[in-house]
Nanobody, 121 residues
Framework: QVQLVESGGGLVQPGGSLRLSCAAS????????MGWYRQAPGKQRELVAS???????GYAASVQGRFTISRDNAKNTVVLQMNSLKPEDTAVYYC???????????????WGQGTQVTVSS
């Protein structure tokens, strides 16, 4: 099972930047997709960005062009660089990773504990 630890959240002014990091540890054969979801108060959790094991990426329309996701397979980390932040980006951001315990095994999602991002002047 994979454990995910996030870091990098905080308070930033509109137009500012933050960098979220997530490190995976534990016993697993391989990690497939990784990414970030977010959940604002009173709203459903939404996918922000995802990245495959070969670094194909996908983004929510609301963050396209402002956020960049990347990963380091050797270190089992995923990073979300967030630029030009807006108040509507305020949310708890959750890292996820799909891992399997053996070759041809089923991928299982694991989640981080969440990190708060607040965009406010």
């Amino acid at each position: 099972q994979v454990q995910l630890v996030e870091s990098g959240g905080g308070l930033v002014q509109p137009g500012g930047s933050l960098r979220l990091s997530c490190a995976a540890s534990g016993i697993f054969f391989s990690i497939g997709d990784m990414g970030w979801y977010r959940q604002a108060p009173g709203k459903q959790r939404e996918l922000v960005a995802s990245i495959t094991s070969v670094s194909n990426t996908g983004y929510a329309a609301s963050v396209q062009g402002r956020f960049t996701i990347s990963r380091d397979n050797a270190k089992n980390t995923v990073v979300l660089q967030m630029n030009s932040l807006k108040p509507e980006d305020t949310a708890v951001y959750y890292c996820y990773a799909a891992s399997r315990s053996r070759l041809f095994g089923k991928y299982i999602d694991s989640w981080g504990q969440g990190t708060q991002v607040t965009v406010s002047s």
